[in-house]
T-cell receptor, first 114, second 116 residues
Framework: AQSVTQLDSHVSVSEGTPVLLRCNYS??????LFWYVQHPNKGLQLLLKYTSAATLVKGINGFEAEFKKSETSFHLTKPSAHMSDAAEYFCVVRPSGGYNKLIFGAGTRLAVHP | DAMVIQNPRYQVTQFGKPVTLSCSQTLNHNVMYWYQQKSSQAPKLLFHYYDKDFNNEADTPDNFQSRRPNTSFCFLDIRSPGLGDAAMYLCATSRDLLLAGVHEQFFGPGTRLTVL
């Protein structure tokens, strides 16, 4: 069975400091991997996606993620947090195959303090 | 801009009173999805349409139905809302699954349903 584990339910950082949101996945085959962000009372916005073209993926708003097959990880990072980054972040796996069903992690709530 | 639109953004209904949520898209995507998201939880897939083909998740209650009259529109009908159905309902779309590439889902802003 395929699954996604987000290792931290809450992360709190100070503005201007680095952000690390951790994600591990379990998949029998080469999956597609995504990070989505959700601000309060809003829909989900795609931050970045792993397409197997490159292991280091750059996304919007300065975020990036590195795919590490040996560690089955896809951690999300940003060098310097901004107040507007405060939101819920979901690591998502799309198993290989024709059905586009996404498997969501439980989410990590990022708080950014002045 | 191409997008996914949900109306209304906030919906209040009474216990047992049928309610319909609306989703439209200008992306011309083949696939449309409905998710339920309860507070502090990840979205949960209810069903999806691949063109006109309806695909229900095994654990979606019969109380939830959907219609897709054309490519652009999709509706979520809750026949007899209970207090436990209060949630954010998210609509999403994606491209034809048979096309090569990684097909992310594009989400609408959601409809927050309150059941009194």
């Amino acid at each position: 069975a395929q699954s996604v584990t987000q290792l931290d339910s809450h992360v709190s950082v100070s503005e201007g400091t680095p952000v690390l949101l951790r994600c591990n996945y379990s998949s029998s085959y080469s999956p597609s991997l995504f990070w989505y962000v959700q601000h309060p009372n809003k829909g989900l916005q795609l931050l970045l996606k792993y397409t197997s073209a490159a292991t280091l993926v750059k996304g919007i708003n300065g975020f990036e993620a590195e795919f590490k097959k040996s560690e089955t990880s896809f951690h999300l990072t940003k060098p310097s947090a901004h107040m507007s980054d405060a939101a819920e972040y979901f690591c998502v796996v799309r198993p290989s195959g024709g059905y586009n069903k996404l498997i969501f992690g439980a989410g990590t709530r990022l708080a950014v303090h002045p | 801009d191409a997008m996914v639109i949900q109306n209304p953004r906030y919906q209040v209904t009474q216990f047992g009173k049928p309610v319909t949520l609306s989703c439209s898209q200008t992306l011309n995507h083949n696939v449309m999805y409905w998710y339920q998201q309860k507070s502090s939880q990840a979205p949960k897939l209810l069903f999806h349409y691949y063109d006109k083909d309806f695909n229900n998740e095994a654990d979606t209650p019969d109380n939830f139905q959907s219609r897709r009259p054309n490519t652009s529109f999709c509706f979520l009908d809750i026949r007899s809302p209970g207090l436990g159905d209060a949630a954010m309902y998210l609509c999403a779309t994606s491209r034809d699954l048979l096309l090569a590439g990684v097909h992310e889902q594009f989400f609408g802003p959601g409809t927050r349903l309150t059941v009194l």
